[in-house]
């Protein structure tokens, strides 16, 4: 199931830069888009969610971008911060489903 | 802040084995769900919950598996008998609402380890 792809496996910023953290999707069903950061031994942790009648959304130093035309969203980190150092997963549903449909995840590394 | 709260948080347990593996959803949250996590792969939708019964479920999710809400505040997910591919991070979660802004909120997770 390769509805929701993210090609980046791992990413390394340093501290205080921005991370740029991509998603493409093949379902033109979906209308709502989420990012979730997972620690080790935690659950995926709920960040930004974004629906498909806007193109972006912002949540301090989380800001997530919708392109419906190229299939594409991507989560902006500034400035990124150690502590946001996780594996963050993007996910989505439609509106005639609860389920969502995740991403293999992207390992963020954020040097101080 | 409320949070959905699963146990054990590892299980093992011989193949051909039934578990049980709880949840306790956020409390005014009405929609109820398994995901799967096998080591190194995606997270895979299970199934989903409302109003006492499944409302969708996936390939995955064969007689082998039953959920269960047995009371107002556990959601269950038995497997009858445990194959050695059913070793996973399985994760319950729980959201106030479907579709549109559907956010679910994912509890800690319970590794199961099948040997």
């Known amino acids: 199931d390769q509805q929701v792809k993210q090609n980046s496996p791992s990413l390394s910023v340093q501290e205080g830069r921005i991370s740029i953290l991509n998603c493409d999707y093949t379902?033109?069903?979906?209308?709502?888009f989420l990012w979730y950061k997972k620690y080790p031994a935690e659950g995926p942790t709920f960040l930004i969610s974004?629906?498909?009648?806007?193109d972006k959304n912002e949540d301090g130093r989380f800001t997530v971008f919708l392109n419906k035309s190229a299939k594409h969203l991507s989560l902006h980190i500034v400035p990124s911060q150690p502590g946001d150092s996780a594996v963050y997963f993007c996910?989505?549903?439609?509106?005639?489903?609860?389920?969502?449909?995740f991403g293999q995840g992207t390992t963020l590394q954020v040097k101080p | 802040e409320p949070e959905v709260t699963q146990t054990p948080s590892h299980q093992v347990t011989q193949m051909g084995q039934e578990v049980i593996l709880r949840c306790v959803p956020i409390?005014?949250?009405?929609?109820f769900y398994w995901y799967r996590q096998i080591l190194g792969q995606k997270v895979e939708f299970l199934v989903s919950?409302?109003?006492?019964?499944?409302?969708?479920k996936s390939e995955i999710f064969d007689d082998q598996f039953s959920v269960e809400r047995p009371d107002g505040s556990n959601f269950t997910l038995k497997i009858r008998s445990t194959k050695l591919e059913d070793s996973a991070m399985y994760f319950c979660?729980?959201?106030?609402?479907?579709?549109?802004?559907?956010?679910?909120?994912f509890g800690a997770g319970t590794r199961l380890s099948v040997l």
């Open positions: 979660a729980s959201s106030l609402r479907e579709g549109a802004k559907n956010i679910q909120y």
């Open positions: 379902n033109s069903m979906f209308d709502y």
């Open positions: 974004i629906s498909s009648i806007k």
């Open positions: 996910a989505a549903s439609g509106s005639n489903t609860g389920k969502l449909i």
């Open positions: 409390s005014n949250h009405l929609y």
């Open positions: 919950f409302y109003n006492n019964e499944i409302s969708e």
